[in-house]
């Protein structure tokens, strides 16, 4: 018996003739603002891998992105406030440099709009940007923590996915590189 064929399949396959929404957009952007693509960085395996996918989907569809890593504040140290400020500018710095360096030898400067460095909570500083920044994309690592991993850590990719005022695209594990081109 021959499956039906509905239009999601027809989309998701790289064969198909149908263009898929992303295509279609991309195409209907010919002259306009490139794809605002925001990528949360960790530096963490996953994050590079989703950094390199992020870069083949902002090739091949015209995107623009920017890097955003959150250090999050220390809670024990909040007393010593001149002291941790003078630290968080010189730490702000410095992994500003390292986003910046990351990006330039993963994507290329060609892709990257700009580069964040926030404090805070991960995700509620990832939507944050995604909204100030008029986000089209985010694209993000999942790391895939499950059972009680993951009930004690909580998921960013998944309250960022709750909250997000835009499209979020995970990227789960070592990612396939030439992703989407192949």
């Not at 198909?16 to 002259?31: C, I, L, M, R």
């Amino acid at each position: 018996m021959k499956a039906k064929q509905t239009p999601t399949t027809r989309a998701a396959s790289p064969s198909s003739s149908v263009p898929t929404s992303t295509q279609q957009s991309a195409a209907g952007q010919a002259g306009s603002a490139p794809l605002r693509i925001l990528v949360p960085v960790d530096f963490s395996k996953p994050a590079a891998y989703t950094l390199q996918a992020a870069g083949d989907f902002a090739s091949k569809y015209g995107g623009r992105i920017t890097l955003v890593t959150v250090i999050e504040p220390d809670p024990f140290k909040r007393f010593e406030m001149h002291v941790l400020a003078v630290r968080n500018e010189t730490l702000e710095r410095r992994v500003k440099s390292d986003l910046q360096k990351l990006g330039r030898e993963l994507v290329g400067d060609q892709h990257i709009e700009s580069v964040l460095v926030r404090s805070g909570k991960p995700f509620t500083e990832i939507v944050k940007a995604a909204r100030k920044l008029e986000t089209d994309l985010i694209i993000m690592a999942t790391h895939g923590h499950t059972g009680l991993k993951h009930l004690l850590l909580g998921s960013t990719a998944e309250r960022v996915i709750r909250y997000s005022p835009c499209a979020v695209l995970t990227v789960r594990g070592e990612g396939k590189r030439g992703w989407p081109m192949g």
